[in-house]
């Protein structure tokens, strides 16, 4: 018998999701040998050895077995501490934290547990382009709004003021950001604060960076959480990650803290979705929580350092202007002086200049003149790319 002809078709909201500009990229970039890879988001250090004997040890312990779908309570706890210390909100550990398959999961069970099919909810331009793949995953509707280079990329009320609509649910926030390295001042978090009680808005709060900040002892080197403002953690979502700060990008270890029905309503969705994160991970991830910090601290003086060799390498390079970046780890130089677009130069930087970067485009509208790198390379490494750009420009 003839076979008939299939007409199937995947969802129309999976046929939203389009490929980043950071995997064009990272394709071509397989393809050379002598590639230096700076479009990657995820620190080039190991984790460190006690997290991976915690990890060991749970398995060795029969740890291995499907834990609550918001997490092991140990682990609940000790994020519980840890944002009451650090970040000045007090969650009940039982109740207002789900810990998820990295900040990534953390993000989609937020905007599934605030919005629903036709809402419209405020994402960064730039930011990172997965919310928007986020936001097409609830079948809700991405509204970019903009973040401009000339205001330091702060939060601009006036502007985003304009893109509320009766259907506006949620704001996503990012601090500090990818990919601009820009951190929000306590004082732009007020504003954003009094701008999501007076229309009535969840703030979906991405912190995965707050750890990699740079200038000690100024303003700039302050995380401030905006759940921590008055009258902000019954809107709010915090989202972190263990990906980033322990270098843990593999393990998928996350969480989301929120105050009910919030919480409840994104353990219910974790369960239904993945029953719980790996059990594993979850107590390596306590281990990293409770045990000595002194490799977040030299993972961050190493970044401090390759930040200043790559931002002041950028800015002597012709047509490029690169502002300091305050955390994360990621240089954002604007390159209108090339007189090239993002995505043109960031092909040709890696094609010719094998030195793999991201096009700013990937990122939104606002960035069509930007191209991001990542400093979670060697020093040696940063050296050679600039070398290598500056030759092919
Ligand atoms: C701003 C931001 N949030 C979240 C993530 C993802 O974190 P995770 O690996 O924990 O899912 C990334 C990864 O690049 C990121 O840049």
Redesign the pocket.
């Known amino acids: 018998m003839e076979a008939k002809a299939v007409s199937l078709e995947p969802s129309q909201r999976s046929r939203k999701l389009g490929l980043s500009g950071i995997r064009e990229i990272f394709e071509k970039a397989q393809k050379i040998p002598d590639v230096i890879r700076l479009e990657f988001?995820?620190p080039d250090f190991d984790t460190p050895d006690n997290i991976k004997a915690a990890a060991v040890r749970a398995i060795n312990n029969g740890k291995t077995k499907y834990t609550s779908s918001a997490g092991i309570p140990e682990l609940r706890a000790a994020i519980s501490a840890k944002l009451s210390k650090e970040n000045q909100v007090v969650y009940d550990a039982a109740k207002e934290v789900v810990v998820t398959?990295?900040?990534?999961?953390a993000?989609n069970l937020a905007f599934l547990s605030v919005a629903d099919i036709g809402d419209e909810i405020l994402v960064p331009d730039p930011g990172?382009a997965?919310y928007t793949h986020a936001v097409h995953i609830v079948g809700s509707i991405p509204v970019p709004y903009p973040l401009r280079e000339s205001a330091g990329y702060s939060f601009e009320r006036k502007v985003a003021e304009k893109l509320v609509t009766p259907k506006t649910k949620a704001i996503l926030i990012?601090t500090p950001?990818?990919p601009t390295g820009a951190i929000l001042s306590r004082s732009n978090l007020k504003e954003i604060a009094e701008f999501a009680i007076e229309k009535n808005l969840f703030v979906i709060s991405?912190e995965?960076?707050e750890k990699f900040l740079y200038d000690g002892g100024s303003t700039k080197n302050e995380h401030v959480s905006i759940a921590s403002l008055p009258e902000m953690k019954e809107r709010t979502v915090t989202?972190n990650?263990?990906?980033?700060t322990y270098a843990m990008?593999g393990w998928?270890?996350?969480y989301a803290a929120a105050a009910e029905p919030i919480s409840a309503a994104m353990a219910k969705i974790n369960a239904a979705e993945s029953s719980c994160v790996s059990s594993v991970a979850q107590y390596a991830a306590l281990e990293a929580l409770t045990g000595p910090q002194d490799s977040v601290r030299e993972m961050i003086s190493a970044f401090a350092k390759r930040r200043e060799v790559l931002v002041s390498g950028l800015n002597e390079l012709p047509g490029f202007k690169c502002p300091m970046p305050h955390g994360a780890f990621y240089a954002f130089p604007n390159i209108r002086a090339t007189g090239q677009n993002s995505h043109s130069l960031a092909m040709k930087i890696v094609e010719k200049g094998h030195v793999a970067v991201v096009p700013g485009s990937s990122f939104g509208a606002q960035a069509e003149l930007n191209i991001r790198l990542a400093y979670a390379n060697s020093l040696e490494n940063i050296q050679l790319a600039l070398e290598r750009i500056r030759k092919i420009l």
């Open positions: 988001g995820e398959a990295g900040a990534t999961s993000i990172w997965t990012n950001s990818n991405d995965v960076y989202i990650a263990f990906s980033k990008t998928r270890l996350g």
